[in-house]
């Protein structure tokens, strides 16, 4: 069934590297995403991997695949507190137009 | 300039009545969406429309019915509020191109409290 399942908290230092994990279950899934929505806002597109590819680089950000896994990261180096938001995984599911997502994980950052 | 813009921000109303939320994108993309989103933050897709055609149509009560009168505009109305309607109402839009890639711009948001 469609499943996306996230940790709910992570709280870190800032300055330090954030991880934020997430499962999927649609192996035929050919694009995973990671949205942020900071507070009161809608989601913004934060990254995106192509299933062909292990890991992406973007600035801070480095996004991890395991496709034998189903399990797919996002790192944030020197996280800073505009990182403060919640972080969606999201995965195609079932044809290209349904974007499954999870339940999102709160970051908070702390001096 | 707005790129999906979405009207009210709040909504409050009573047990029972009928409301509408609008929905509009100026991106030109030729599929739009709307999105529920719960008190936990889960964040569940209702409806999906391409080029005005209902295209995912998820198990939600019938007492909600999307409207789309061309590819900008994506309208929700619910009928007879239950207090479980409350939530936060995402429009989101997208031009799907080939390959699957699908990436879906969203609205800030509608806040609906159902009283």
């Known amino acids: 069934g469609e499943d996306v399942e996230q940790s709910l908290f992570l709280s870190v230092r800032e300055g330090d590297s954030s991880v934020i994990n997430c499962t999927y279950t649609?192996?035929?899934?050919?694009?995973l995403y990671w949205y942020k929505q900071e507070p009161g806002a809608g989601l913004q597109l934060l990254t995106y991997i192509f299933s062909n590819m292990d890991m992406k680089q973007d600035q801070r950000l480095t996004v991890l695949l395991n496709k034998k896994d189903k399990h797919l990261s996002l790192r944030i180096a020197d996280t800073q507190t505009g990182d403060s938001a919640i972080y969606f995984c999201a995965e195609s599911w079932g044809g290209y137009n349904k974007l499954i997502f999870g339940a999102g994980t709160r970051l908070a950052v702390h001096p | 300039d707005t790129a999906v813009s979405q009207t009210p921000k709040y909504l409050v109303t009573q047990m029972g009545n009928d409301k509408s939320i609008k929905c509009e994108q100026n991106?030109?993309?030729?599929?739009m969406y709307w999105y529920k989103q719960d008190s936990k933050k889960f964040l569940k897709i209702m409806f999906s429309y391409n080029n005005k055609e209902l295209i995912i149509n998820e198990t939600v009560p019938n007492r909600f019915s999307p409207k789309s009168p061309d590819k900008a505009h994506l309208n929700l109305h619910i009928n007879s509020l239950e207090l479980g309607d409350s939530a936060v109402y995402f429009c989101?839009?997208?031009?799907?191109?080939?390959?699957?890639?699908?990436?879906?711009?969203f609205g800030p948001g509608t806040r609906l409290t159902v009283l």
């Open positions: 989101a839009s997208s031009r799907v191109l080939s390959g699957a890639y699908n990436e879906q711009f």
């Open positions: 649609d192996s035929s899934s050919t694009y």
């Open positions: 991106l030109g993309h030729d599929t």
